[in-house]
């Protein structure tokens, strides 16, 4: 039973550069969320897709945007990349119906030099 | 808004002890609550959630949680530590009753079990 898959697992990126992550969700979800994680603390919600539209978003700038597939994979863009970005990005899929909780990915992780 | 509280950056045991992880939580309706692990440069692990019922939670790898809803608490709990326990684990709630969608994360209590 295949989890959560995300690409590439590392990344090194200048300022002002733009990066695209990728999240193939588990067998079975439909719904994909994505965090960052700052290192020393914990994941911060960046936001949500469902049924190939945004449904939430949390506190982050324009500059992260997002996209889900049919295939319900999803794809976190970041532009005019900021040291500030760096961080490990994860990726959680789940169902709709929360009892069955969220299966987060390896993450990706960030540096911005 | 929703919250959570890790009031211990680091807790430390010996093995073979008994281990308590705090959370606190805040929310404005009913909560979901989870417990994840999270090795050196890994994801997060899921160990165990409350949606409804028995306020004590049983999980992964011997892990157990209870819910207290007066407390407003959810603290996790093994009866004998192993070398292997050792990491950062991390609380996470969701309001029930709300439209958001979002885990909101405590900032972690890392585990250090001693052999």
């Known amino acids: 039973d295949a989890g959560v898959t995300q690409s590439p697992t590392h990344l090194i990126k200048t300022r002002g550069q733009q990066v695209t992550l990728r999240c193939s969700p588990k067998s079975g979800h439909d719904t994909v969320s994505w965090y960052q994680q700052a290192l020393g603390q914990g994941p911060q919600f960046i936001f949500q897709?469902?049924?190939?539209?945004?449904?939430q978003r949390g506190n982050f700038p324009d500059r992260f945007s997002g996209h889900q597939f049919p295939n319900y994979s999803s794809e976190l863009n970041v532009n005019a990349l900021l040291l500030g970005d760096s961080a490990l990005y994860l990726c959680?899929?789940?169902?709709?119906?929360?009892?069955?909780?969220?299966?987060f990915g390896s993450g990706t992780r960030l540096t911005v030099v | 808004a929703q919250s959570v509280a890790q009031p211990e950056d680091q807790v430390n045991v010996a093995e073979g002890n008994p281990l308590t992880v705090k959370c606190t939580y805040s929310?404005?309706?009913?909560?979901?609550l989870f417990w994840y692990v999270q090795y050196p440069n890994r994801g997060l692990q899921f160990l165990l959630k409350y949606i409804t019922g028995d306020n004590l939670v049983k999980g992964s790898y011997g892990f157990e949680a209870e819910f207290n809803k007066s407390q407003t608490s959810f603290h996790l709990k093994k009866p004998s530590a192993l070398v292997s326990d050792s990491a950062l684990y991390f609380c996470?709630?969701?309001?029930?009753?709300?439209?958001?969608?979002?885990?909101?994360f405590g900032s972690g209590t890392r585990l250090q079990v001693q052999p």
């Open positions: 897709y469902y049924e190939e539209e945004e449904r």
């Open positions: 959680a899929s789940s169902l709709p119906q929360l009892r069955w909780g969220y299966t």
């Open positions: 929310v404005s309706g009913n909560p979901y």
């Open positions: 996470a709630v969701r309001d029930m009753d709300t439209g958001r969608r979002a885990l909101t």
